[in-house]
């Protein structure tokens, strides 16, 4: 395997793993969103570096349901078919907000761990 792909690999294994966190945390703050809008929301808040495919996005909005913290329910916007929206469930909020503390927590050792040790 040449370098350029063990890189990808790599870093698309890091991405898996904190969609669950980044999804939680941007329907935490900004309330329901759909599939589309989500991708889009995490382009921009990522300044274009973190890129998710649409597939990615369902996938991990299915586990975060699978798993009882979203719940998904169907609306109609003015002019738009009907979509599907994901938000946080009421019951599970405080667990979520707990997840998304401990991951910041775990985000500024990770990074002080990689600054200091390059």
């Known amino acids: ?14 991405r ?3 969609y669950k966190v980044i999804v939680l945390s941007i329907i935490n703050k900004y309330g329901p969103i759909h599939g ?8 921009e808040l ?9 597939s990615t996005i369902y996938d991990t909005l ?7 913290l979203i719940e998904s329910y169907w609306a109609a916007t003015s002019g738009y078919p009907m ?3 994901y ?3 009421e019951e599970s909020r405080s667990l979520v907000e707990e997840i998304i503390r401990e991951a910041l927590r ?7 761990i990689l600054r200091e040790s390059r």
Do not use: A, F, H, W
Request: aromatic fraction near 4%.
């Open 87 to 89: 938000r946080i469930k």
């Open 36 to 43: 589309y809008n989500l991708r889009k929301k995490i382009e």
């Open 16 to 18: 898996l793993g904190l």
């Open 62 to 68: 299915k586990k975060l349901e699978k798993l009882g």
């Open 1 to 14: 395997m040449d370098e350029e792909k063990i890189k990808q690999r790599i870093l698309r294994e890091l």
């Open 46 to 54: 990522s300044n274009g570096l973190l890129t998710p495919s649409e």
């Open 83 to 85: 979509k599907k929206y």
């Open 106 to 112: 775990e985000g500024e050792v990770i990074s002080r």
